[in-house]
Each structure stands twice: as structure tokens, then as C-alpha cells.
């Protein structure tokens, strides 16, 4: 599997943003598909997150209602939505997927994700 980030920028406070992760290769229903950032400084933490399936969505509470995890099948992408956005949501933007053996509680380990794009940077500032 492999993952192609697109769609960072510079945005200004309260804007939107859509960033794409387009994936080739063979990803089952049960893969989990998820996003994360890293902003400098700080750990790579987990933003939100799918099965390829469409099922059980994850959101960490930071975005809640202001980003939204999607995926177009026949494209082979997922989304991620960033609405609201504020300048503590400046960071690197990445999106990763597993082997399909993840378990919720293990979601937000890193670790658990073997393959990941390349990162595209969100800056949010006026």
C-alpha cells in the first residue's frame, strides 16, 4: 500500500481545508485508515479514523465537530475536513493505514501503522 497526502496550505483562522490521502494497492474493509499531525516540538498525535469499510469512526476530541474523516472507494481516497480551523492546527498533516489488525483501544499508537504518506503542512495564520 501506498499513500499520496495532498491538500495543505495556508489558511487563515476560522478557514477550511480539505486534505486528500489517495492509496494504491490492496486495502481491505477492515483496513484502518486514519490521520494524523505533528506539530514542532510535540509527538505525532491522532486526529481521526476509519475502517476502509466505513466503519467505526474515531475522532480525537481536540477536532470533534470541526473535522470530518471521509472516503471516496471508487477513488481510492480518504478525507479529512478541517473546518474552523484555528493557529494551533498549524502542524504536519499526515495520513496512514495499518494491516487491518488494529483494535480501537491501540488506534492513537503509531506503531500500529505500517504505511504512511508524506506529509503536507497546514498553516493556519492571518
Known amino acids: 500500500v501506498q499513500l499520496q497526502a495532498s491538500g495543505g496550505g495556508l489558511v487563515q483562522p476560522g478557514g477550511s481545508l480539505r486534505l486528500s490521502c489517495a492509496a494504491s494497492g490492496l486495502i481491505s474493509g477492515r483496513t484502518l485508515m486514519a490521520w494524523f499531525r505533528q506539530a514542532p516540538g510535540r509527538e505525532r498525535e491522532l486526529l481521526a479514523a476509519m475502517r476502509w469499510s466505513g466503519s467505526g469512526t474515531y475522532y480525537t476530541d481536540s477536532v470533534k465537530g470541526r473535522f470530518t474523516i471521509s472516503r471516496d472507494s471508487a477513488k481510492k481516497t480518504v478525507y479529512l475536513q478541517m473546518n474552523s480551523l484555528k493557529p494551533e492546527d498549524t502542524a504536519v498533516y499526515y495520513c496512514?493505514?495499518?494491516?487491518?489488525?488494529?483494535?480501537?483501544?491501540?488506534?492513537?499508537?503509531?506503531?500500529?501503522?505500517?504505511?504512511w504518506g508524506q506529509g503536507t503542512l497546514v498553516t493556519v495564520s492571518s
Open positions: 496512514a493505514a495499518d494491516r487491518a489488525t488494529t483494535i480501537l483501544s491501540e488506534i492513537a499508537n503509531t506503531a500500529r501503522y505500517v504505511y
